[in-house]
Structure formats: C-alpha cells, structure tokens
C-alpha cells in the first residue's frame, strides 16, 4: 500500500491491487491546483459546497460524503459523525471520521475534527496502523490536543496532517507544538510510505510527510 500527502488534509491511497482512495479533495487555498488521480473511491469529511465535488468526480468514482458504512472486494469503511469544533457543530460545522480497513491495514483518518472523542468513538478506532491527524489548531484540533488524542488512541503510526508548512496554510499552527508534546516517540520523515518499508513494532511512531508538488 502507498501513502502520498497532497496538503492540508488530503491524502492519496494506493492499494496493492492499484486502486486508488482519494481522501478530502478540498480546496482551501487557490493555488492548490485541482487533483487528477481517477480515484476510484472519493471520501470528504465535509463540504466547502456542493459544486466541489464536480472537480474531481468520474463515471467510475464512488464519493463519500456522509458517516455511512461501504463495503466492496477492495475496501471497507465505516463513517463516523463527529465536529469541527467543541461546540457541536454551532461554530464549524460537522465533521466525519472515516475508518478503512485496506490491505487489511486499519486506516482512520480524523478530517478536520476539532473537539475531544468520547470512549465509545476510541474503543472503535483504538490501536489502528495509521491515524491522520490535524494538528494545526484554529480550524481543528491544535498540537497539544492532537498529541493527546493521539496518544489514546495508541496507532502504529501517526500522520500529522493540517498545518502550516513553509508557506502553505499560513493561517494554520506548525508542527512544532505536537512533535514536541509527543516527546520520546520514534520519528520518520518521508516523501511517500510504502507500508512493505515499515517494521509496525513500535507504537505512536509519528511519519512527517513532504506535501507533493
């Protein structure tokens, strides 16, 4: 299975059998240029607008856009409901959790998730191989609350994703303040992961990954 970082909270998965899982296509920044993978399975953890979904859509995708469960010979995903703030929604929004089994890799990526888990929600995603994570603060979790959820949640490894970097996402936090809460964790850094170079003996291993160009 390979793993690219395309920024903010977009990611592209590749199974080992080529199929291709775009997660969070959206477009915060103009500069971000519109992604033409040909996923074949789209997941947005929440909606900027309608019309966004057209830019990356084919006759072939199937888009995910609420927290409902999807099984095929590939995949399979649970949707979880959650928020983009700790108000229930009021300032931001809602928000979803989407959980992957691919490869039979365990998979959970948080969206743009902006309030603590209940231990109904943990127990779910508790122990995953890889967690991605938003860590940048004002629009999400910031790097002291996403260390500590990340700790709870106790993953193989974890994926900070939604922050500032060189000069992308000014608005966001660096990562500075998460890395440093998760002291005395094992830390990679890579352009992409491809899961056949991993050893998965260590927990809360964190992955810094190079945004692609």
């Known amino acids: 299975m390979e793993i690219k970082w395309i920024g903010n909270t977009s990611f592209l998965i590749k199974t080992s059998l080529g199929k291709k899982i775009l997660l969070d296509p959206i477009q915060i920044h103009p ?3 519109k992604y033409d993978f040909n996923p074949d399975i789209i ?3 929440h909606l900027h607008n309608n019309e966004i979904i057209n830019d990356f859509i084919n006759n072939n995708s199937t888009v995910i856009t609420s927290p409902c469960n999807f099984t095929n010979e590939f995949i399979t995903i649970e949707g979880y ?6 108000l229930n929604g009021y300032k931001r929004g809602e928000n979803i959790i989407y959980y992957f ?8 990526h948080l969206g743009s998730l902006g309030h603590c888990l209940d231990a109904d929600l943990l127990s779910k995603i508790y122990g995953c191989d890889f967690l991605f994570i938003p860590i940048g603060g004002h629009f999400c979790l910031d790097g002291l609350q996403a260390a500590k959820l990340a700790k709870n949640i106790n993953p193989k490894y974890v994926i900070p994703m939604a922050y500032k970097s060189s000069s992308d996402y000014f608005f966001l936090d660096g990562p500075h303040k998460f890395l440093s809460s998760m002291k005395n964790t094992p830390l990679i850094e890579k352009d992409i992961i491809h899961t056949d170079e991993l050893l998965f003996d260590e927990p809360c291993t964190i992955i810094v990954l190079s945004k692609q160009k």
Not at 81 to 86: A, E, G, H, I
Not at 101 to 108: A, E, S, T
């Open 101 to 108: 089994n691919i490869d039979d890799y365990k998979v959970c």
């Open 43 to 45: 997941t947005f953890s």
């Open 81 to 86: 409901k959650s928020y983009r703030d700790d």
């Open 31 to 33: 500069l971000i240029e």
